[in-house]
């Protein structure tokens, strides 16, 4: 999602070059605690460490255990670049979502980023407006793509944003306009709506949703009954939760509504992940919200920019922000 903000992480921060090492920045947590539930997710000396910066918007940060490294999408720039611990941050692959030769502005390149069973790195691409799925292993990466979807009922997706597999190999993805010139006023806009759709691993494509006017982050509850949305509209900044039944949606509304913050707090909800616990990390307005599995609020981790999304590692010990120009490591607990 495109946020033109500019404010930086704790105000203290400035942007530079991503280079193959960056300086590591660390900063004490700035945690607000609204339940003592959730001292048992984040340490009371949980740290924030800026792990590399200079980028445009990151976005779809992904951690990848068998490589212990962190890949993520610079929008803006069409390329996904990785971090190590060892190396720190470098290009991964370019062009990442935009391969057609003709130059284009705007946010070509591939925002969220997830693995499908086999191991294979799936993106939603922005420019060529698809889910794809990269035809090169993760630790030589190649822009060679493979088309999972590129449309619905013969209309071009808008611009894939955010994606989640299930346990059956089904592919949820959520679609609004942001990778479009002109949003919802681009004359090449075929859908008349924002969708969120489902993709079975034959290719079928199916919409489950048509009412919200930016979906955009998405997630899955860890037993797949509940789907989470994130609607990332200044006057409906809200998350759904969507009952599931054998891969349908039975019902479903607002679990929480973040409108009021929009007007004092950068940022909006955007991506999530949940936990193996069920605990939900939605970035949002004023930086990342924590909610336990019923949906009560245990607190936020503040970021003074707007954060696009996070990523899970270390059996749920560290959280990846993607943090405007900056990446992020929250070393939750020890």
């Known amino acids: 999602m495109k946020h033109c903000l500019s404010l930086l992480l704790l105000g203290c921060l400035c ?9 590591e920045m ?26 590399a910066t200079g980028y445009v918007w990151s976005e779809g940060p992904l951690w990848l255990p068998a490589q212990q490294r962190l890949i993520f999408s610079d929008v803006p720039a069409n390329t996904i670049y990785q971090w190590t611990a060892e190396a720190g941050a470098s290009v991964y692959l370019s062009p990442s979502g935009y391969t057609d030769t003709i130059p284009r502005g705007g946010e070509p390149g591939s925002n969220g980023l997830t693995l499908d069973a086999a191991g294979n790195l799936v993106l939603c691409q922005h420019g060529d407006r698809r889910m794809a799925r990269m035809q090169a292993p993760l630790d030589a990466p190649k822009a060679l793509f493979t088309t999972l979807a590129d449309g619905y009922n013969g209309k071009k997706f808008n611009s894939p944003n955010d994606a989640v597999f299930d346990r059956q190999g089904n592919l949820y993805f959520t679609d609004p306009p942001y990778g479009l010139l002109q949003q919802d006023e681009d004359p090449t806009k ?10 079975t691993p034959e290719g079928a494509v199916t919409l489950l949703i048509d009412s919200l006017t930016r979906p955009n982050g998405i997630a899955f ?11 990332s509209d200044p006057a409906r900044a809200t998350w759904y939760r969507y009952t599931l039944r054998d891969g349908a949606i039975v019902e479903g509304g607002i679990w929480y509504d973040a409108t009021a913050l929009t007007a004092t707090e950068p940022g909006l909800p955007d991506g999530m992940k949940v936990d193996k616990n069920g605990n939900v990390f939605a970035t949002g307005p004023g930086g990342i919200f924590v909610f336990n599995l019923a949906g009560k609020l245990l607190g936020k981790i503040r970021f003074a920019a707007a954060t696009s999304n996070c990523a899970l590692a270390d059996d749920d010990k560290t959280l990846y922000v993607t943090n405007h120009q900056d990446i992020v490591r929250v070393q939750l607990r020890k």
């Open 26 to 51: 660390t900063k004490t947590s700035p945690i607000e605690r609204l339940d003592p539930a959730l001292d048992a997710i984040i340490a009371s000396d949980a740290v924030i460490t800026v792990i």
């Open 221 to 231: 509850s860890p037993d797949e009954q509940y789907l989470y949305v994130a609607n």
């Open 190 to 199: 075929e859908l008349p709506f924002n969708g969120v759709y489902k993709v």
């Open 15 to 23: 942007a530079c070059t991503p280079s193959p090492k960056q300086d």
